[in-house]
C-alpha cells in the first residue's frame, strides 16, 4: 500500500458509490466504508476496505470523506445531524458530496463546513452506472481552487472530465443542466423508436442505423439497447431522475426561467414513478408510452 495516500471514507455504496470506491480501492487509497444496508458494502470490504458503524464515525477515520447517498434530505442527514459528518470529521478534512442534491444545501454544507476548519466540494457526476463501472464520469465541482486541487488525484481516479465550476453549488447547478439536457435526450429516443415501431419498422435496424446520424446522443447509446433488450433494471433510477428534474423546476423558476420542455419531462417522469416504475432504470420511460400516456403530456402534474 503506497504511504502518500490519505485515507478516504466513502459513504453510499450503492449502483454508483460501490464502483467508484472500488476505484479508490484499487488505486490504493486505504478506505473506510458506510452504507445504511451494511450488505451493499460488503464486497468492498472483502476487498480490504475498513467497515465504520455511521456516516459521521467513518469521517472521524479518514482525512477525506466522499458521499455518494440519495436524495437531498440523505445529504443533510449524513452532514449536518448531531454525530454526523461535520461535526466528527477531523480538522483540516476534505469533503466532498457527488450525490445529485440541491446548490442551496452544497453552500450551507460549504458554510458549516468552513465553520469548522473543514473544506468542502459538491461534485455530482454524469455518465451512469457505466461511467462509474469504468471509471469515466464526468465531475462537476464547485467549491474553492485549493480543495478542488486537493480532490484532484481521487477524481482522475473515478472520471474522465473534471471541471470546476465555480463555488459552492455551481457544481449542482451544471448537474441540473446536464439533467435538463437528458430529459431531452430520453423523451427524443423513446418517441423515436415509438414511430419507427408503429411505422413496422425493425427496431434493431433503426437503432443501429440512427446511432451514425443525428439522433444519436449519450441516452440513445446508452439506453437504446437496454429498451431493444426489454431490460429496464436500473441503471440510474427513475424515483431519483424525478428528484432531479424536480431540482432542476425549482431552480428554474428561481432563475425566472420558463422551461417547458422539463415541464413535459418532469410530468411523464412522475406518472411513471406513480403508476410503480420507481425502482426502475430511466429507459422504462418505453413502458409508460407501450401503456399509452392517457393525456399525460397535456394534464397538469398530479392530475
Ligand atoms: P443508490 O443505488 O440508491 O445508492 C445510494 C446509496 O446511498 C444506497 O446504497 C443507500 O443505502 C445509501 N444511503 C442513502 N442514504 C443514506 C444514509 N443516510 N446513510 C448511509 N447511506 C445512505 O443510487 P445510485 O444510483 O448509486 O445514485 C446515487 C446518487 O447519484 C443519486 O443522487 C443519483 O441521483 C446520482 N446519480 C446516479 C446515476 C446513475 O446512473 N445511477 C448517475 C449520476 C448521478 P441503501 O443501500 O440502504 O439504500
Redesign the pocket.
Known sequence: MPYDRPTVAF???????ASMARHLLEAGFPLVV????RA?AEALIAAGARWADS?GEAASMADMTIT????PH?VE??YLASRGIIERAPAGALLID????TPSLAVRIAQAAAARGLSALDA??????VG?RNATLTIMVGGDEAAFERALPLFEVMGKTITRMGGPGAGQHAKMANQIGIAGTMLGLVEALQYAKAAGLDLARVHAALSGGGANSWSWGAYGPRILAGDFE????VK?FV??LRIALEEARALGLDLPGLELAERLYSLLQDSGGAELGTQALWLLYERGLQGAASEPAGS
Open positions: 459513504v453510499g455504496t450503492g449502483v454508483m458509490g458506510y452504507n445504511r444496508t451493499k456516516a455518494m447517498v440519495g436524495y440523505d442527514e449524513v457527488m450525490t445529485t442534491s455530482p457526476v454524469s455518465g451512469g452506472d462509474a436500473p441503471g440510474f433510477f431519483h428528484k432531479d
